[in-house]
Nanobody, 118 residues
Framework: QVRLAESGGGMVQPGGSLRLSCAPS????????LGWDRQAPGKERELVAR??????????EYHDSVAGRFTISRDFAKNVAYLQMNSLKPEDTAVYYC?????????WGEGTLVTVPS
């Protein structure tokens, strides 16, 4: 069982920035994939970003709605994953969940709320 602790959520005005952090209970070297999902009020949970190994460099993928505004990264020395969110919009309002995959098992954190008022 891998526990994921998110932090960094809050309220920010449209156009502002936030950085979410995710601290896993396991070494991120052991996690094949890290990422973020989100769930807006009344909507289904959706994939926001993923980062995984792809040979020499990381493979990253993003939901179309955040590509170019959000950046996922991981710091092996600090054992933390980040989601840098820029140019935030009211439609980015959601609970953001850290995601990790270890072998065939998947884990999610409890979530952190991001609010962008309209």
């Amino acid at each position: 069982q891998v526990r994921l602790a998110e932090s960094g959520g809050g309220m920010v005005q449209p156009g502002g920035s936030l950085r979410l952090s995710c601290a896993p209970s396991a070494s991120i070297h052991s996690l094949t994939t890290l990422g973020w999902d989100r769930q807006a009020p009344g909507k289904e949970r959706e994939l926001v970003a993923r980062i995984s190994d792809a040979g020499v460099k990381d493979h990253k993928e993003y939901h179309d709605s955040v590509a170019g505004r959000f950046t996922i990264s991981r710091d092996f020395a600090k054992n933390v994953a980040y989601l840098q969110m820029n140019s935030l919009k009211p439609e980015d309002t959601a609970v953001y969940y850290c995601y990790a995959k270890q072998n065939w098992d998947e884990f999610w954190g409890e979530g952190t709320l991001v609010t962008v008022p309209s």
